[in-house]
C-alpha cells in the first residue's frame, strides 16, 4: 500500500526510500517484530480464555511434555496478522507473485486453523483427516503454482550447474504444488518442541530473502548464472516479513512457551518457504535450505513404512526430534543442535549461487 502510495506520488522526497527493496525488506521486519510483540499478550491471553486447557498433548510421547498441558496453541494466528499487515503495508500489491504467495500463506494458515480448532474442541491430537487436510492443501497450492507458472517459466533449474535445467513443461504445475505441500507438512513435522520450527523458518526465510533480491536483478543473476526472475525481488519483503514475524512469536514461544505456534502458523509458513521457492525458481536449494525439514519429514515416512512392513520402528519416536530426546537429550539441547544444523544447511544452499 505504501509503495503505491510512494509511485502515485512518484517518489518524491523520503517516499524516494520505499522505492528500494533493500529499505521496505528492513521496514517489513520491523513492522512485523514491533506489531508481533505488542499483540502477542493480549493474543496469547485471548487465546488461554478461549481454549482453556490448551493444547491436547501426545500421551504416548516424552514425559516432560505432559507438563506442557495447558498452553494454548493457534499462536500461528499471532504470526499470521503481523505478517499480513507487514505485506500489505511495504509489498508491491501489483506483483502476481506476492498474491500467489499470499494466497498460499492465508491458505495453508486456515487449513492449519482448522485443523488446530478440531483438536482443541475434541481434546484429540488427531485434528481433521489427513486426507481432507491434503486435497483442501493441494487446491490451495494448485491455484498458486497456476498464478506462478503465468510469471515464471516451467523449467526445473538444477544448483551447481550455471544455466543448466530441466524442462518439465505442463508436469511443472504438479510439481511446483508439490513444492509448496510437500514443505507445508515438512515444516509442520518439526514443530514439535519449543522454537524448534521458529528459528529454522527464520534462517530459511533470511536465505531466501537473499535469494529471491538477487533473482530478481537481471545484473546479479547473470553474473551469478542463476535463473532471473522479474519482480522476484519484492518476496524479499515477504521474507523479511516472515523472519520479523518469527522472532516477535519466538519471544513468548522461548522455553517455557507460553503459546505454541500449532498447525496454523507452521502450515502457512512452511507453504509460504515453498511458494517463495517456486517463484524464484530455486526449489531444490530449498530442500538444501531446509534440510532440517526435510530430514524431520523423511524420518515420518520411513518410520511409518517400515513399521507397516516389518512390524519394527527405525526410531525410538518420529519426528526424528523425539528420537533424540528419547535418547536422553534434553528438549533445549535437541533445539539448539538443530539450529545449528539449519545454519550450516543455509551456508550450503547459499554456497550454491557461486559454485556454477
Known sequence: M????AQYFEFEGLANLIRYQTFRAGAALMTALVLGLIIGPRFIAMLRVRQGKGQPIRED????????????TMGGLMIL???????????????PLVWA?????????????????????????????????????FAVAGI???????????????????????????????????????AGN???????????ATMPVVIAAGTFAIIAYLAGRADFSAYLGIPH?????????????????????????????????????????????????????????LAIVGGLFVAEALSVIIQVAVYKRTGKRVFKMAP??????????KESTVVIRFWIVAIVLAMIGLSTLKLR
Not at 2 to 5: D, G, P, Q, Y
Not at 61 to 72: D, E, M
Not at 85 to 92: Q, R
Open 186 to 196: 515438512a515444516v509442520n513435522l518439526t514443530d514439535g518442541l519449543d522454537g524448534l
Open 61 to 72: 510421547g516424552p514425559q516432560s511434555h505432559l507438563a506442557k498441558r495447558g498452553t494454548p
Open 144 to 182: 498458486a503454482s497456476w498464478i506462478l507458472v503465468s510469471q515464471i517459466d516451467t523449467n526445473l533449474y538444477v544448483p551447481f550447474f550455471s544455466n543448466f535445467h530441466i524442462p518439465l513443461g505442463p508436469f511443472y504445475y504438479v510439481f511446483a504444488a508439490f513444492v509448496i505441500v510437500g
Open 81 to 95: 496478522v503481523s505478517l499480513l499487515v507487514s505485506m500489505l503495508l511495504w509489498m508491491d500489491l501489483t506483483s
Open 229 to 285: 526472475v522479474p519482480r522476484a525481488g519484492e518476496l524479499a519483503i515477504l521474507c523479511a516479513g516472515i523472519m520479523g514475524a518469527c522472532l516477535a512469536f519466538l519471544w513468548f514461544n522461548a522455553p517455557p512457551a507460553a503459546v505454541f505456534m500449532g498447525d496454523t502458523g507452521s502450515l502457512a509458513l512452511g507453504g509460504a518457504l515453498g511458494a517463495i521457492a517456486v517463484a524464484a525458481h530455486h526449489e531444490i536449494v
Open 320 to 329: 526424528i526430534h523425539h528420537h533424540f530426546e528419547q535418547l536422553g537429550w
Open 101 to 137: 504467495c499470499l494466497a498460499v500463506t492465508v491458505g495453508f494458515g486456515l487449513i492449519g486453523f482448522l485443523d488446530d480448532y478440531d483438536k482443541v474442541k475434541k481434546r484429540t491430537t488427531a485434528g481433521i483427516s489427513g486426507r481432507v487436510r491434503l486435497l483442501a492443501e
Open 2 to 5: 505504501l509503495f503505491l502510495i
